[in-house]
């Protein structure tokens, strides 16, 4: 199991190969889940963002999401990959990946590890519109299209 | 006992600081905590709290030398 | 949206890299399912299996399915790669990843054509055991450790 | 009519062979096509059915040049 907080962009497909080879076998099913900045945001294009955490908490945090995930669910590993500071549209934000002997259990506990990072990870996203205003983002959506 | 806060993202701006410090005796809330050091500033609503680094509710009690964090909701990943 | 079957290794991380950067942009999500070749199986060591299918209809049911999902969630674009012919332990099987906007739809959109593909793609596997012995899986599983 | 039927899988292998030729007059339902070509074996009970590539049940009517499927459950992926 894995943590990592980036202060530079990464490569996802990177982090998941060396992490993988260096540290996972014997698996069936694996479920990642990415995400990336857009360029636009509640009707404005943005053209940075930056990250802010709680050093500290974010990693404490996090190992207690994916240990609860552990709890729940037959995982065999699992990477969280979480970039921090000035980020560009187009760059991964986060990368969370799961392995485990089947695939009900890799889907699962990728879901909750996104879902409980998203409601209690501390960071903090601030964008930088086209307009060059800053402005904090309030909340998160529930995940779909609609909302 | 001596309590370190700290603060971030937009409460970190609107403070217009990012940590204070309050010594103190006897029995301190979460919630005194915000108070000893914002006298003039209610808690904001949705505000979360973390002592050293673990979520706690408004009513839990500190101890000398723990770090309260007081933020706004989260919004990573 | 593509459609790959493949009669040789595929290496996962490539095969989404070169497809997001030629077909891909503006999404904000990407969840992403593999499943790898396992070496054990029923309590039998296995050493290879072969993947049979059902040329044509292989292609017309995962385009169907990929459909069905494109109904349901908000897809941007998904990508599903299948083996078949002979396999060794740990090489992927099957790829799906799906684009979105937001993560809901991703995850869904995933595990749905996941879940249709294993019930509806005409793959059989057959097991090659230690023993030499070789036989047909005759059914999957829910997907869950203990099933 | 002139139908083409194949079979795959364990199926397959338990018949002995990979396909079938049916010609016929008249209405011919998917279970008439595998009574037509297999009258002294009956239908094992979890196959499923494909006619020109789509899932069917064994009702369905079949038409000059249509390909029959039969296998046993999927198990890809």
Redesign the interface.
């Known amino acids: 199991m894995a943590i990592m907080i980036r202060h530079a962009a990464f490569d996802p497909w990177q982090e998941i190969q060396q992490y993988q080879n260096l540290a996972t076998s014997g698996y069936g099913a694996t479920s990642i889940f990415i995400g990336t900045m857009r360029d636009f945001n509640d009707g404005d294009t943005v053209k940075a963002m930056t990250l802010e955490h709680y050093a500290g908490m974010t990693e404490k945090q996090l190992e207690k999401i994916v240990a609860e995930a552990k709890q729940q669910w037959a995982v065999l590993d699992a990477l969280v990959v979480h970039r921090v500071g000035h980020i560009l549209p187009n760059e991964p934000i986060v990368l969370v990946s799961v392995w485990t002997l089947h695939r009900g259990d890799a889907f699962d506990a990728c879901r909750y590890i996104m879902e409980a990072l998203k409601s209690h990870a501390p960071f903090w996203k601030k964008e930088l519109l086209i307009t060059d205003e800053e402005r904090w983002v309030t909340h998160n959506t529930d995940g779909y299209k609609s909302s | 006992m001596s309590i370190k806060i700290?603060y971030?993202?937009?409460l970190k701006?609107s403070l217009g600081r990012s940590e204070d410090d309050l010594a103190w005796t006897g029995l301190l809330s979460v919630r005194d905590v915000w108070q000893g050091v914002n006298a003039t500033k209610p808690l904001p609503n949705n505000v979360l709290v973390?002592v050293n680094?673990?979520?706690v509710t408004l009513d839990h009690l500190v101890k000398d030398e723990d770090e309260v964090?007081f933020?706004?909701?989260?919004?990573?990943?």
Do not use: I, K, L
């Open positions: 700290r971030f993202a937009s701006d973390a680094m673990d979520y964090a933020f706004p909701p989260v919004t990573g990943g």
